[in-house]
């Protein structure tokens, strides 16, 4: 009997739509024939009994010999019996590829729609190292699983995040088709390691994007992916500290971060003679009387100049979050009438020394000629040089005491400061001299 009729006789599975076998489209020997129309029977048999796995089987024996229309829509009922939607649509699209013509065609194609959309195809995921925690779309719908492991997912694409501790996640995207091989495997990079601290106990460091409320106490261990990140390093007092580092996969880095302090400002006051000049380091020129000026805290060289006044000038001591007060007191210098007696007096003296001088010098000399040849005329000429000599030098004496007296009289001091330290609101005072 020619296999087409053998396989037309074939009872059909009306309450399970197992259809008949149709003409073949090739012609293997006979015996071949023979085989595969008795495993398809029997795989029908099964079929009928409910045993839907021992029937599978004997339908793959029998698409094993010889490849059939009919064979294949029944392993694709077979396969929904056996709640496997992705190989039940797999198999109705072979049957419509090897049957372009098929009566059914429009009522398969709907089926295979309805099965895909509830087929779960798996896929295959590993890594390297394994125990990478998987997930699907994002890590918000919870670990799926850990490699090796096969997930079950939907037909099209799929989002799978592969993560593990010390290493960089990676992410592929990946699309499910059926009859596929659907495989993820992953060789994950190690982490990289930044692990910054400061000479300073107490500073806070954070790395790039990251907020200052996000950051860590120094010392801290950064993970991070390789390539360039910039980190930070603050502390109240000291200057901002910004380092950029380059990292490959595994680098082990330490970044130890020098800190700077600011520098920490006082105040200076200077009170005075008003329009007196204040100088600082012969720069900064404030007239009296001055605002406090805010400065660096440190030492530094103040003058105070006035017309008619001795100029005051001395290093100070600017004290660190303190108000330091110099108050100066500046000695007057000789005015001009007191100046004019004082060295007219002293050109007095000086002109009436040399005139005692000059005749005295000739009453010796007279006197020397009296004692060679005594003549009247030249004892009383050397009488009239001597009371000259000493009208002059009694002059010079006097004049000499009134310019030492109107010095005395006229001489001031040195100028003078009071040098006070107050603390800035929230500390104590303190004065010293």
């Known amino acids: 009997m020619r296999i087409g009729l053998i396989l037309a006789t074939t009872v059909l599975l009306a309450a399970a739509n197992v259809t008949a076998v149709a003409q073949p489209k090739r012609r293997p020997g006979a015996a071949v024939m023979a085989e595969a129309q008795r495993r398809f029977v029997r795989g029908n048999n099964l079929y009928r009994q409910g045993n839907y796995s021992e029937a ?10 010889y490849e059939e229309p009919s064979i294949l829509f029944n392993m694709a009922q077979t396969y929904e019996k056996l709640r496997d939607p992705g190989r039940a ?16 065609r429009e009522a398969v ?39 090796p492991f096969t997930l079950k997912l939907p037909l099209g694409k799929q989002r799978i995040i592969i993560e593990l501790a010390g290493f960089i996640p990676e992410t592929r995207a990946v699309d499910v088709v059926l009859g596929g091989r659907n495989l993820v495997d992953v060789q994950l990079q190690r982490k990289s390691n930044i692990r910054v601290d400061a000479d300073v106990p107490g500073a806070m460091t954070y790395i790039d994007s990251d907020t200052k409320q996000q950051g860590h106490r120094t010392p801290h261990l950064y993970e991070v992916d390789p390539g360039r990140h910039l980190v930070h390093v603050e502390l109240a007092g000291y200057h901002k500290v910004k380092r950029e580092v380059e990292v490959t ?3 082990q880095i330490s970044l130890l971060v020098n800190l700077k302090p600011l520098p920490r400002y006082g105040r200076l006051q200077v009170e005075g003679k008003a329009g007196a000049t204040v100088l600082i380091e012969g720069r900064a020129s404030l007239p009296l009387p001055m605002k406090p000026a805010k400065l660096p805290a440190g030492n530094y060289r103040v003058t105070v100049e006035h017309d008619g006044y001795r100029s005051w000038d001395s290093k100070i001591n600017v004290n660190p979050d303190r ?16 100046k004019s ?24 000399r007279t006197e020397r000629e009296y004692n ?46 009071d040098i006070s330290f107050s603390a800035l609101p929230g500390t104590e005072r303190e004065t010293a001299h």
């Open 89 to 104: 649509a797999l198999m109705f699209e072979r049957y419509l590829a090897s049957r372009p013509k098929a009566r059914d």
């Open 372 to 417: 060679a040849l005594p003549e009247q005329n030249k004892f009383d000429s050397g009488k009239s040089q001597a009371l000259l000599a000493d009208v002059f030098f009694a002059a010079a004496g006097a004049s000499a005491l009134a310019a030492i007296a109107t010095y005395l009289a006229t001489t001031r001091g040195p100028s003078e400061a």
């Open 341 to 364: 007696v004082l060295y007219g007096s002293l050109g007095v003296s000086i002109g009436t020394l040399i005139a005692g001088t000059v005749f005295g010098v000739l009453a010796l």
């Open 249 to 251: 996969s595994g680098d």
């Open 109 to 147: 194609v709907e089926r295979i729609a309805r099965l895909k959309e509830a087929a779960r195809i798996e896929v295959s995921v590993t890594s390297y190292p394994p125990g990478a925690a998987i997930y699907v779309g994002s890590r918000r719908d919870g670990v799926k699983g850990r490699t």
């Open 323 to 338: 108000l330091t007060v110099a108050r100066v007191a500046l000695s007057p210098l000789r005015g001009v009438a007191t």
């Open 56 to 65: 599978l089987l004997a339908y793959q024996a029998a698409l094993d010999l």
